[in-house]
């Protein structure tokens, strides 16, 4: 079966420090990745979306940016932390396009102070 | 692009039925439903296609209409454990997909 891993679970960062947030999937070949932002009560802003090693979609522009250097990892990261960045971070993965269901990691919860 | 949901926020007593509604202004090729309790991952329910019918999980279906660019999550007699956030996340041309504005759902005993 299918399994998705995001790590840290948790973190504090100061403004302008750095971000690396992974995420691995297991139990499946070239799927496509996403990354998302969840602001404190609000919804699911897609920031990043891949269909394979080395193609990234950015769909906000902000101070992030993805890499996917191996099949099944996808990385968020910012060189600059700004208080906006603080929210919930979740990474999904997916079989194919928008037309099937995805399935998310357990999220990290990111506090920018 | 993004989906609006109505209503916000719904509030039912264990056995009532809930409709929540997931309107776009675009065509739409797909609509999913997702369920996100609070500081947890979403959760997917179902997916609908164009040109698919009616889904149904346990207590919980949906419905596509594609001419009015809408879709409707139907919960019938709810349990507490329905309880969370519902997303609807719409499939647009050109691969765009966007998830919808939130229905929170409280079921109180």
């Known amino acids: 079966s299918q399994t998705i891993h995001q790590w840290p679970a948790t973190l504090v960062q100061p403004v302008g420090s750095p971000l690396s947030l992974e995420c691995t999937v297991e139990?499946?070949?070239?799927?496509?990745l996403y990354w998302y932002r969840q602001a404190a009560g609000r919804g699911l802003q897609l920031l990043f979306y891949?269909?394979?090693?080395?193609?990234i979609s950015s769909e906000v522009p902000q101070n992030l940016s993805a890499s996917r250097p191996q099949d099944r990892q996808f990385i968020l990261s910012s060189k600059k932390l700004l208080l906006s960045d603080s929210g919930f971070y979740l990474c999904?993965?997916?079989?194919?396009?928008?037309?099937?269901?995805?399935?998310f990691g357990p999220g990290t919860r990111l506090t920018v102070t | 692009q993004q989906p609006v949901q109505s209503p916000q926020a719904v509030i039912l007593r264990e056995g009532e039925d809930a409709v929540i509604n997931c309107s776009s202004s675009?065509?739409?090729?797909?609509v999913h439903w997702y369920r996100q309790k609070h500081g947890e991952a979403p959760v997917f329910l179902m997916i609908?296609?164009?040109?698919?019918e009616q889904k149904g999980h346990e207590k919980i279906s949906a419905s596509f209409n594609e001419k009015k660019q809408q879709s409707s999550l139907y919960l019938t007699a709810s349990q507490l454990s329905y309880s969370g956030t519902y997303f609807c996340?719409?499939?647009?041309?050109?691969?765009?997909?966007?998830f919808g504005t939130g229905t929170s759902l409280t079921v109180i005993p």
């Open positions: 675009k065509a739409l090729y797909s």
């Open positions: 139990g499946t070949s070239n799927p496509n």
């Open positions: 609908l296609l164009k040109g698919g």
């Open positions: 996340g719409t499939e647009l041309s050109g691969n765009q997909f966007y």
């Open positions: 891949s269909v394979g090693i080395g193609q």
């Open positions: 999904a993965w997916s079989v194919g396009g928008p037309s099937y269901e995805q399935y």
